[in-house]
């Protein structure tokens, strides 16, 4: 990298915008969308897709509710213009979704593109050639006028060809290519003449699509450009400003959320921003940025995992793990910090309230992921982290002195082997460390109680003891009293119960029963035992049996 980069780089000016109005608007409902995967994204691929592969794509585009699907660039290759002929041939496109195609400047390409479309119930034609000053000079060698004449002269012969073929609902779009580093008031001036020979009306439905081709400034410029052309252009109320932001700067999203604030109607991208270079915008980051907000984005991402499985077959290309809404972590917390906030937002919520969740703004369930990918344990994790899990997969409501016990021997785990515990492992530390065994060092066979007349309880118990039978007996003012002095002679040192918690596992009258005993030992050695039963006696007894044990 060079130490005095402004030697061959410039900033990108800034746009004159005197009382800009969209840093005050906020978005209250989705843009029109357009999916172009199948032509932007297609493109950008190493491997483009095949007929199975580019069907298997439009059928979920179509599933996500995408009424606008650009498929193609029917003049550009033999795949590309039979894919389009296997739509209309096939009847696969539903009535109320439009096709679009791509085209250059050019009358045999155009020809070419309406010949891919004969029969098509709805259709646009979206034509396009560059206009900025660096592309005007340097790729075509062209100047404004000549700029103007070429893409006014495609646009009469795509206004005839619509003419002569009435059976189709035609709606044409135009794009000022390198829109966002053409000079704002040629931009406007090419696309008045688009406009002018076009005459859009109710009849004659027009896009003018106003490109970030290669990302080259901050957001907020922008934004500055598309207010700045809806302001001035003549024929705003008959057109529907588009935008298709690049990702070239990593601000692609912020860069389509600007400009919907500052104009735009609707939004061209891909499904997680595949495209040249850097890629477009990620329609499903914009959609769920919505949903999230409240606003419906008339897109159904309702099974995630599935959309994510078909992209990444279709594209041959992975998601980031950590893509925002849709990444496999997306969701995931490996903090213990994290892990405590959003285990205490799980304990505070109550059905049918807001979703109001520390570290999670949507319910992850709404697009079809399980709860199991929230909270995940590692070295980095604390008490709360496997506390939940334990909680979610086993039913069991650790008290939070255990859930402190039991995270120290979790710690101890991660920081040996130094990766993340998977929650079958975490289970079986869990049943190892509190009893929870087939065979514990000392098992309950059986018991029976009785109450005496000085109010005490008698107590009459037959043990397993490493697999040798021991009948033990005592007293105390309760059962737990009564079972540590039954077990007075078995033990090396005395011990006394400092915590005892109890819960039934579900809401059922036949339920099991869950309790956890913590134990303080005259050494000072403290221990937890665990037991579940059908009888809350037993498993009180055995939980006492586990600590010792």
């Known amino acids: ?188 001036a090419v696309c008045e003449a688009v406009a002018a020979v076009w005459e859009p009306c109710a009849a004659r439905p027009m896009i003018v699509n106003l490109p970030a081709t290669v990302e080259v400034s901050t957001p907020n410029v922008y934004a500055d450009q598309i207010e700045y052309f809806c302001r001035h252009f003549s024929r705003r109320k008959e057109v529907c400003i588009s935008v298709h932001p690049h990702n070239d700067r990593g601000s692609a999203v912020a860069s389509a959320e600007l400009a919907v604030m500052a104009g735009a109607d609707r939004v061209e991208g891909c499904l997680f921003g595949n495209g040249e270079r850097t890629g477009n915008v990620c329609l499903v980051t914009l959609a769920m940025n919505l949903y999230s907000q409240g606003i419906s984005p008339n897109l159904d991402f309702s099974d995630m995992p599935r959309t994510v499985e078909v992209v990444e077959d279709c594209n041959q290309l992975p998601v980031h793990p950590r893509h925002p809404w849709a990444g496999r972590l997306a969701y995931t917390a490996f903090s213990g910090s994290h892990q405590d906030a959003i285990k205490k937002g799980f304990d505070a919520r109550k059905s049918g309230e807001r979703w109001e969740m520390p570290y999670l703004p949507v319910d992850p369930q709404d697009i079809g992921c399980t709860y199991e990918a929230v909270i995940r344990v590692n070295s980095q994790s604390g008490k709360s982290g496997s506390a939940w899990l334990i909680e979610q997969n086993h039913g069991l409501k650790l008290p939070r002195a255990l859930q402190q016990d039991f995270s120290q021997h979790v710690q101890h785990e991660t920081d040996t082997h130094g990766k993340e515990m998977t929650q079958n492992a975490l289970w079986q530390l869990f049943r190892a460390r509190y009893g929870l065994v087939a065979a514990p060092p000392l098992a309950l066979l059986d018991y029976k109680s009785e109450s005496q007349a000085d109010g005490q309880l008698a107590l009459q118990a037959t043990l397993n003891i490493n697999g040798e039978k021991r009948a033990v007996s005592g007293r105390g003012n309760g059962l737990l009293s009564a079972a540590v002095n039954s077990l007075g002679p078995l033990l090396s040192q005395p011990l006394v119960i ?15 029963s869950v309790a956890y005993i913590h134990c303080l030992f005259h050494n000072g050695e403290r221990r937890w035992g665990v037991g579940i039963d059908n009888d809350v006696a037993r498993a009180s007894l055995q939980a006492l049996l586990n600590a010792v044990g």
Request: glycine share 2%; with cysteine; hydrophobic share 35%.
């Open 498 to 512: 400092k915590d005892y918690h109890e819960h039934t596992l579900g809401e059922r009258s036949d339920s099991r």
């Open 1 to 188: 990298m060079l130490t005095y980069p402004e030697q061959k780089y410039h900033p990108y000016p800034p746009v004159s915008l005197p009382g800009r109005l969209w840093p005050d608007r906020q978005i209250t409902q989705a843009p029109r969308w357009l999916s172009t995967d199948l032509r932007d994204g297609n493109q950008a691929l190493a491997e483009p897709m095949d007929a199975a592969r580019k069907l298997q794509f439009w059928d979920l585009l179509v599933a996500s509710g995408f009424k606008e699907i650009e498929v193609a660039f029917p003049s550009a290759s033999l795949t590309d213009f039979n894919f389009v002929r296997q739509l209309i041939d096939e009847q696969r496109i539903p009535d109320d979704v439009t096709i679009q195609v791509l085209t250059q400047a050019r009358e045999d390409l155009i020809l070419r593109t309406f010949e891919s479309l004969k029969g098509a119930k709805s259709a646009t034609v979206h034509l396009y050639n560059a206009t900025a000053p660096l592309f005007r000079r340097l790729v075509f060698g062209m100047d404004k006028a000549q700029v103007i004449e070429l893409a006014t002269r495609s646009t009469r012969l795509i206004r005839q060809l619509c003419e002569q073929n009435p059976q189709t609902r035609w709606q044409y779009e135009y794009s000022p290519e390198t829109f966002c580093f053409t000079e704002p008031e040629f931009a406007l």
